[in-house]
């Protein structure tokens, strides 16, 4: 089991850069794949990026593409989600999210644990 705890959410203007962290606690970072979602007010939770658990297969959202990077330091046992040139329509609660399933995905019901969520907001 695994115990995953966000940061970093902010009030940022738009064209701003933002750095999430998900800190993981429990045995066996590595052998999960993680994955950022996030739940933008009155809407449904979606995909934004996801990271294999050895880091080599990335897969993002074509909202975020060429903005977003993930990234896993397994030594610290956390990941992350670098967000650049942020938007007004990027404001939401994001939620990491790890999964021990054998391949990575972008479906939320292929994770299994889930962080509490940190509130990104975006002024125009």
């Known amino acids: 089991q695994v115990q995953l705890v966000e940061s970093g959410g902010r009030l940022v203007q738009a064209g701003d850069s933002l750095r999430l962290s998900c800190a993981a606690s429990g045995r066996s970072f590595s052998r999960y794949h993680m994955g950022w979602f996030r739940r933008a007010p009155g809407k449904e939770r979606e995909f934004v990026a996801a990271?294999?658990?050895?880091?080599?297969?990335?897969s993002y959202a074509d909202s975020v593409k060429g903005r977003f990077t993930i990234s896993r330091d397994n030594a610290k046992n956390t990941v992350y989600l670098q967000m650049n040139s942020l938007k007004p329509e990027d404001t939401a609660v994001y939620y990491c999210a790890a999964s021990n399933q054998p391949i990575v995905g972008v479906s939320s019901d292929r994770y299994n644990y889930w962080g509490q969520g940190t509130q990104v907001t975006v002024s125009s």
């Open positions: 990271l294999s658990r050895n880091g080599g297969i990335t």
